[in-house]
């Protein structure tokens, strides 16, 4: 997709300094700039590249002024940073406005679709599948039955949506991710052998939630597996049957949270962090990198460690910690003049 530096100024509302009729086809760091590229500058330690560039265009603050010859064409706005990230968000969408049917795909006669829906090659719409309007459903999808998706929902290719499973508006759920599997539930015998636990639940995933690839978030024993609306998940992230976490939570990658756990709004968790079973997060949690959780944590905490405790007291502890072979050999110099002058 090309666009002319007079395009691009309309839609940003910006001001051009040079040639409106530069045409740019991508975009790129500054640095990184060539004469197909778009770029922006906002951050007063890149300045000297804007000297350098080889990009087209260049998004810059209305106040700056160049101190030396540049080459490449000026977008004027009042934040650069801002309208470029305006300007990703329409490059996505304009991207990504996919429409119509491939061949081949798999939907039942009792699935449903709205308008505007994208089915990429070789996806399979269930039993009683709905779908609502300006859904975008990537190659190799597999959508089982009795599953409903709301409108404006991004589903991107190998993403398995299992039966019964309900999805809200505005998702994004990236390649790979499953949801729906069944939860790990089994029992052993009086032999020590594993009996499975039918798992009859099912997964509710609210709206404006993204679903990062890899991410497994297993169905409800029984009832439901909860993600509330705006949780960012990242990828290949593992959520357990009948976990609840609750809206504008964010989890990095590689977090495993186990069964029946509930956490709060608007907590922050970091990659690696592992959860156990049936505890309860407050709100507005903030959990380091790699720690481990094991017990109830009250709104506002911030843990770190495992497994984790306070942040301040880790932090305290951590300078005790790398000092601690130092301390144990005063502590035994001081023990053999005890037990010498004894």
Known sequence: MKFTVAQIAEILDGEIVGNPDVEVSQLAKIEEGFPEALTFLSNPKYTSYIYDTKAGACIVNKDFNPDQDIST???????????????????????????????????????????????????YLGDNVKLGNNVKIYPN?????????????????????????IIGNYCVIHGGAIVGADGFGFTPDENGEYKKVPQIGNVIIEDFVDVG????????????????????????????????????TAIAAQTGIAGSTKIGENCIIGGQVGIVGHISIGNRVRIQAQSGIGRNVKDDEALQGSPALGYNDFNKSYVHFKNLPKSIKKLNNLDKKLNTNG
């Open 141 to 165: 999808v597999y959508i089982g039955d009795n599953v409903n998706i709301g409108d404006n929902v991004i589903v991107f290719a190998g993403a398995k949506i299992y039966s019964e499973s």
């Open 73 to 123: 064409t000026l977008i004027k706005v009042e934040d650069s940073y801002k309208a470029f990230t305006e300007l990703l968000e329409y490059y996505n969408q304009v991207k990504l406005n996919k429409n119509g049917i491939e061949q081949p795909h798999y939907i039942s006669d009792s699935a449903k679709y709205g308008e505007d829906v994208y089915l990429g090659a070789f996806s």
């Open 213 to 248: 690839a890899g991410t497994t978030i297993d169905r409800a024993t029984l009832g439901s597996t909860i993600i509330r609306k705006g949780v960012k998940l990242d990828n290949q992230i593992q959520i357990a049957h009948n976990v609840e976490i609750g809206k504008h």
